[in-house]
């Protein structure tokens, strides 16, 4: 059974740095081509992807948060952890961790979120 | 970065119907889409991948379909809970990316 659950504070200061913990069970990260992905969502808005990390620890970000964004795992913990630095009131939203599952078919290879946690709310206020 | 279209952002329908939606990506992506359900409250579901591949367990009144620019979730007959906020979702290129939504209401 696949689990992923986030964790980190729901409150966080202007310019402070943001930690968001992934934990997940039923699958493993050291398995070949799995990928773990984040994705936010502002309150009434849509989601949006926000970094992804592969097995062989290779690691994609948004381009217009990259330089603000950090993810990185732990595979003795099964955890993926998010870092994004100077928050803003407008990074106030829902955060999910997914597991990015990789997928081959008719030639295609291709990825998709198959399992998600059940978010975890930040809010970003002085 | 490819950017994401989708049309209508709000759609009323009764149950039985069968409803359209569409996604339009600002270049080709094959057939590297997905569509996901996501309810209030809770975190969105996957129900097809790669174009017209329906997930584990996603009823057959879903389909999905297109290739290139321009995709359609087709939902045959309308149930009572698929009143929801329909998102798709291109991973033909990283930075991958999300359309705004359809939300599907009563």
């Known amino acids: 059974q696949v689990t992923l659950r986030e964790s980190g504070p729901a409150l966080v200061k202007p310019t402070q740095t943001l930690t968001l913990t992934c934990t997940f069970s039923g699958f493993s990260l050291t398995t070949k081509r799995m990928c773990v992905s984040w994705i936010r969502q502002p309150p009434g808005k849509a989601l949006e992807w926000l970094a992804r990390?592969?097995?062989?620890?290779?690691?994609y970000y948004s381009t217009s948060l990259k330089t603000r964004l950090t993810i990185s795992k732990d595979t003795s913990k099964n955890q993926v952890v998010l870092t994004m630095t100077n928050m803003g009131p407008e990074d106030t939203a829902t955060y999910y961790c997914?597991?990015?599952?990789?997928?081959?078919?008719?030639?295609?290879?291709?990825?998709?979120?198959?399992?998600w946690g059940q978010g975890t709310p930040v809010t970003v206020s002085s | 970065d490819i950017q994401m279209t989708q049309s209508p952002s709000s759609l009323s329908a009764s149950v039985g119907e069968r409803v359209t939606l569409t996604c339009r990506t600002s270049?080709?992506?094959?057939?590297?889409l997905n569509w996901y359900q996501q309810k209030p409250g809770e975190a969105p579901k996957l129900l097809v991948y790669l174009a017209s591949n329906l997930h584990y367990g996603v009823p057959s009144r879903f389909s999905g379909g297109g290739s290139g620019t321009d995709f359609t979730l087709t939902i045959s007959s309308l149930q009572p809970e698929d009143f929801a906020t329909y998102y798709c979702q291109q991973t033909y290129s990283t930075p991958w990316t999300f359309g705004q939504g359809t939300k599907v209401e009563i």
């Open positions: 997914a597991r990015t599952q990789p997928h081959t078919s008719g030639g295609y290879y291709s990825f998709y979120l198959d399992f």
């Open positions: 270049q080709t992506i094959p057939r590297y």
């Open positions: 990390i592969d097995w062989d620890d290779d690691r």
